[in-house]
């Protein structure tokens, strides 16, 4: 009962990550992978079916089509995205525009802002790796500032070393020791 323009998978930013993914897409189902690159060319409402949430809706976008063909399309009326995934790791910690259409929507995402700012700390992606999961990870010393919420106590890992610094001024000897 979907008719091609039912389903709009968006992705938001910068394609370079998400290239194959936008082919494939438009090879399978014509139309219904669309990026978007500018945020003048979404909006957000408030959603009809969940409350607090908001729909993306999407007035322009690139989408794609069979043979790695692409439109720059106008969409009238605007398109209701069913599922975003972005570029959510520029823009700073916020994550720039993408980060912030992404933001509690009604539809499913492919991540979000926090997610990918912990996927990329490579403090705590050995710290899951090698403590949680158990598996090898490089020799790790790694200093941080005050306490870090999201490496709750001390890892207890082979390879991976935590010094946590109060204050970094007049603590050169503890670093040099370390």
Do not use: I, K
Not at 28 to 48: H, I, K, T, Y
Not at 69 to 75: A, I, M, N, Y
């Amino acid at each position: 009962g979907f008719g091609p323009l039912d389903v709009t998978v968006c992705v938001l930013g910068s394609p370079a990550a998400f290239l194959p993914v936008l082919l494939e897409g438009g090879a399978r189902c014509p139309g219904a992978m669309v990026l978007c690159l500018s945020p003048s060319w979404a909006s957000r409402v408030p959603s009809e079916t969940s409350p607090g949430a908001w729909s993306l809706l999407l007035s322009r976008g690139v989408s794609f089509e069979a043979g790695g063909r692409s439109v720059l399309e106008t969409f009238t009326p605007p398109r209701r995205a069913n599922y975003v995934t972005g570029d959510f790791a520029s823009g700073g910690p916020e994550g720039g525009w993408a980060g912030e259409l992404a933001r509690h929507l009604d539809c499913p995402t492919g991540g979000s802002v926090p997610l990918t700012h912990r996927l990329e700390d490579p403090l705590v992606t050995r710290w899951v790796l090698a403590a949680r999961a158990g598996l090898p990870v490089p020799p790790t010393l790694a200093f941080v500032l005050g306490s870090r919420g999201d490496v709750a106590g001390e890892p207890v890992s082979p390879g991976v070393r935590l010094v946590r610094l109060e204050d970094p001024q007049g603590q050169e000897t503890l670093v040099q020791e370390e």
